[in-house]
């Protein structure tokens, strides 16, 4: 079975350009999550999708940052303008959600951004 | 609020000897608490957890944690660490009635032969 897929797995910007990240969960999972992990820190939730709606996104800084999985599977986050302190890691997770406290996480995408 | 503390940023072990990684935790209600372990350019891998009944959870790669309410503790340990052990864990915390998990800083374990 294949795992969570991200890409790129890594890319480097100016600030001020935009990126895009895409995430495609494990087949059947319908629970989608995207997280930031800073250098040395955990994993922080941005949204969480259930299906193709966005259930928890108390997290996303709306100002530049917005998500869509439109037809409930694979997933695009997006940043623009991209800001210095967004270089972090980009997690992507996918759960079913009759079990959602077991996360799986894709390898994610190293975003820096100079 | 939901919140997680690995107090060691890093631990050291050697080969065959017991490891301990340790995690507190606070929340309003009801703890869930995992594991998750991270390799090198890997993304995070599902280890243990505890829900609810047995308080020692016994997880993958012979990982185990003990629950301890009044300490409000979720150490991870195993009996005879491995040099492929080594990695960067995570506890992670959510209270029953919230969906959103919190993770805790990391704790890079190394394994010397």
């Known amino acids: 079975e294949a795992g969570v897929v991200q890409s790129p797995r890594y890319k480097i910007i100016e600030k001020k350009q935009p990126v895009a990240f895409w995430c495609n969960p494990i087949?059947?999972?319908?629970?989608l999550y995207w997280y930031r992990q800073n250098l040395g820190q955990g994993p922080e939730l941005l949204i969480r999708?259930?299906?193709?709606?966005?259930?928890?996104d108390s997290q996303l800084p709306k100002d530049r940052f917005s998500a869509e999985r439109l037809k409930g599977v694979d997933s695009t986050l997006k940043i623009q303008p991209a800001e210095l302190g967004d270089s972090a890691v980009y997690l992507c997770?996918?759960?079913?959600?009759?079990?959602?406290?077991?996360?799986?996480f894709g390898p994610g995408t190293r975003l820096t951004v100079l | 609020a939901q919140s997680v503390a690995q107090p060691e940023d890093q631990v050291n072990v050697a080969e065959g000897n017991p490891l301990t990684v340790k995690c507190t935790y606070s929340?309003?209600?009801?703890?869930?608490l995992f594991w998750y372990v991270q390799y090198p350019n890997r993304g995070l891998q599902f280890l243990l957890k505890?829900?609810?009944?047995?308080?020692l959870v016994k997880g993958s790669y012979g990982f185990e944690a003990e629950f301890n309410k009044s300490q409000t503790s979720f150490h991870l340990k195993k009996p005879s660490a491995l040099v492929s052990d080594s990695a960067l864990y995570f506890c992670?915390?959510?209270?029953?009635?919230?969906?959103?998990?919190?993770f805790g800083a990391g704790t890079r374990l190394t394994v010397k032969p």
């Open positions: 997770a996918s759960s079913l959600e009759s079990a959602r406290d077991t996360q799986y």
């Open positions: 087949s059947g999972h319908n629970t």
């Open positions: 999708y259930e299906n193709e709606e966005a259930v928890d």
């Open positions: 929340v309003s209600g009801n703890p869930y």
């Open positions: 505890y829900i609810t009944g047995d308080n």
């Open positions: 992670a915390v959510r209270d029953k009635w919230r969906d959103d998990m919190r």
